[in-house]
């Protein structure tokens, strides 16, 4: 059984930052590709971020390039998503998920299903 634990977010002013961190059980984080995406409220789910097992690949959502950052700690099983100069429409609960289902990891990055908790992060002034 799959399960993932985020943490890491939190209130920051616009402009902040936060690092954002995803334990994964159940499985081999190495072996997979790996997405972050996120829910703002009355919102779908949007993929932010995946990072493929092929080629080591990262892809990220239009909205967030150059300011987001993904990357892997393989010897933790433990994904982290780095986030600058926040933005107020940054304000989501953010979610991690392995690619279980083989949707892949393209561009723009589609949302993983997840049944983890996830980590609410707010820009607000």
């Known amino acids: 059984d799959v399960q993932l634990q985020a943490s890491g977010g939190g209130l920051v002013q616009p402009g902040g930052s936060l690092r954002l961190s995803c334990v994964v059980s159940?499985?081999?984080?190495?072996?997979?590709?790996i997405g972050w995406a996120r829910q703002a409220p009355g919102k779908e789910r949007e993929g932010v971020s995946c990072h493929s097992r092929h080629g080591g690949i990262t892809y990220y959502a239009d909205s967030v390039k150059g300011r987001f950052t993904f990357s892997r700690d393989n010897a933790k099983n433990t994904v982290h998503l780095q986030l600058n100069d926040l933005k107020p429409e940054d304000t989501a609960v953010y979610y991690c998920?392995?690619?279980?289902?083989?949707?892949?990891?393209?561009?723009?990055?589609?949302?993983?299903?997840?049944r983890g908790q996830g980590t609410l992060v707010t820009v607000s002034s």
């Open positions: 159940g499985i081999t984080v190495a072996d997979y590709t």
């Open positions: 998920a392995p690619d279980l289902r083989g949707v892949g990891c393209y561009e723009p990055p589609r949302p993983f299903d997840s």
